[in-house]
């Protein structure tokens, strides 16, 4: 257990639709780092927020958006969604603010699909 | 840019024989490297990362990767493969100019009994 926790685990939704997946990362991490998981595209980096601001924006559609709270937790908000949209969403956590030196811990992941 | 190429998408051993993963990596910069495994619905959990210190890096379980800049190779090996070991792992390669982790297209690792 990496102690990143992340809700829901499964999402089943449909074309069109709204979502909201949770992050919660480890105790003392400041930095939240989202990845999304497909067949076709593997993993790609998505987003990075190190306490509170954005970092690093990766290969984020505009449809997507995330935050991170004063108490650290971070939400991705997914709209208009489609069908390629289903795939395993990553959050991952590190101490520090660096994306590369640091090591990230990845939570178990939410499993989006859309119907 | 900085990218990563796994050169087999699967592996199969046989319990109790050598596991090896290739792993080549292009980077204008010496790099950081990880390798991560992922069970089947679990998350990523890293196994080793070499951030310049020795070129032969030691991680859990048994694994460990060497570094060889000429060959700009970082394969990861393990004397005896366990039946637990089945799962993907991925090798990642920094990328210092955008801050981020690039992963490769992952190996997946069989274990026959």
């Known amino acids: 257990d990496s102690g990143v926790t992340q809700t829901p685990k499964h999402l089943i939704t449909a074309t069109g639709q709204r979502v909201t997946l949770r992050c919660s990362p480890r105790?003392?991490?400041?930095?939240v780092y989202w990845y999304q998981q497909s067949l076709d595209q593997g993993l790609q980096f998505l987003i990075h927020?190190?306490?509170?601001?954005?970092?690093a924006k990766g290969n984020i559609l505009e449809r997507f958006s995330a935050q991170q709270f004063p108490d650290l937790h971070s939400e991705l908000n997914l709209s208009s969604l489609e069908l390629g949209d289903s795939a395993l969403y990553f959050c991952?956590?590190?101490?520090?603010?660096?994306?590369?030196?640091?090591?990230?811990?990845f939570g178990p992941g939410t499993r989006l699909t859309v119907l | 840019a900085q990218s990563v190429t796994q050169l087999d998408s699967h592996v199969s051993v046989s319990e109790g024989t050598p596991v090896l993963l290739r792993c080549n990596y292009s980077?204008?910069?010496?790099?950081?490297l990880f390798w991560y495994v992922q069970h089947p619905n679990k998350g990523l959990q890293l196994l080793l990362k070499?951030?310049?210190?020795?070129?032969l890096v030691k991680g859990i379980n048994g694994f460990e990767a060497e570094f060889k800049k000429s060959e700009t190779s970082f394969h990861l090996t393990k004397p005896s493969a366990h039946m637990s070991d089945a799962a993907e792992y991925f090798c990642?390669?920094?990328?210092?100019?955008?801050?981020?982790?690039?992963f490769g297209t992952g190996t997946r690792l069989q274990v026959f009994p």
């Open positions: 991952a956590s590190s101490v520090g603010a660096s994306g590369v030196t640091d090591t990230q811990y």
């Open positions: 105790s003392g991490d400041l930095s």
């Open positions: 927020y190190y306490n509170g601001e954005e970092r």
């Open positions: 980077s204008s910069y010496s790099p950081s």
């Open positions: 070499y951030t310049s210190a020795a070129t």
């Open positions: 990642v390669v920094s990328d210092y100019n955008t801050d981020k982790l690039i």
